[in-house]
T-cell receptor, first 117, second 115 residues
Framework: AQSVTQLDSQVPVFEEAPVELRCNYSSSVSVYLFWYVQYPNQGLQLLLK??????LVKGINGFEAEFNKSQTSFHLRKPSVHISDTAEYFC???????????????FGQGTILTVHP | GAVVSQHPSWVICKSGTSVKIECRSL??????MFWYRQFPKQSLMLMAT?????????EQGVEKDKFLINHASLTLSTLTVTSAHPEDSSFYIC???????????FGEGSWLTVV
């Protein structure tokens, strides 16, 4: 079985500062990796995903993440955050086990990013 | 706008009654949909995979007789919480896969409160 660990439950940061949200995963098979954002009382919005190819993935809203297979990590970064980035961020994995399993996500515990003025 | 719609967004029901939550794909056909629940301040846990025209596949520990899933069409999956109890109060979120591709959309979620 796979698992996802988000190392920080809360990350406070000042506006325009860089931020990194950490995510490590454990799996005996290859995986697909995702980052989602959840605003209060809303569903999830996909920020970016890694399926194959380049290990540096660029997503929406200026976010990017790098897949590091040797360290089993998929950290999310943004060089300069805005107040509007305040939300909860979830890292997720999906076993790369064939088409029928795509979409069955295992989520991390979430990281609350709070951007202060 | 939202491409996956959940209804209702909020529902309060009495203990012992049943409540149905709908998940609709608005602009695409979804052979496969997924149901998650999220307790306050916790992560999302996959409950089941909903397959159009066939029985749902439940994750270990999820009671199939309590959480009834029906996927009768390519655009609609429903989750019925039967004989609801206060411990079933949670945020339920569905997601839908676009055809057989690699795009997944999540619904806005449904808050269930059982009193």
């Amino acid at each position: 079985a796979q698992s996802v660990t988000q190392l920080d439950s809360q990350v406070p940061v000042f506006e325009e500062a860089p931020v990194e949200l950490r995510c490590n995963y454990s799996s005996s098979v290859s995986v697909y990796l995702f980052w989602y954002v959840q605003y209060p009382n809303q569903g999830l919005q996909l920020l970016l995903k890694y399926l194959s190819g380049s290990t540096l993935v660029k997503g929406i809203n200026g976010f990017e993440a790098e897949f590091n297979k040797s360290q089993t990590s998929f950290h999310l970064r943004k060089p300069s955050v805005h107040i509007s980035d305040t939300a909860e961020y979830f890292c997720a994995v999906n076993l790369n086990a064939g088409g029928t399993s795509y979409g069955k996500l295992t989520f991390g515990q979430g990281t609350i990013l709070t951007v202060h003025p | 706008g939202a491409v996956v719609s959940q209804h209702p967004s909020w529902v309060i029901c009495k203990s012992g009654t049943s409540v149905k939550i709908e998940c609709r794909s608005l602009d695409f056909q979804a052979t496969t949909m997924f149901w998650y629940r999220q307790f306050p301040k916790q992560s999302l846990m996959l409950m089941a995979t909903s397959n159009e025209g066939s029985k749902a596949t439940y994750e270990q520990g999820v009671e199939k007789d309590k959480f009834l899933i029906n996927h009768a069409s390519l655009t609609l999956s429903t989750l019925t919480v039967t004989s609801a109890h206060p411990e079933d109060s949670s945020f339920y979120i569905c997601s839908a896969r676009v055809g057989s591709g690699d795009t997944i959309y999540f619904g806005e979620g449904s808050w269930l409160t059982v009193v």
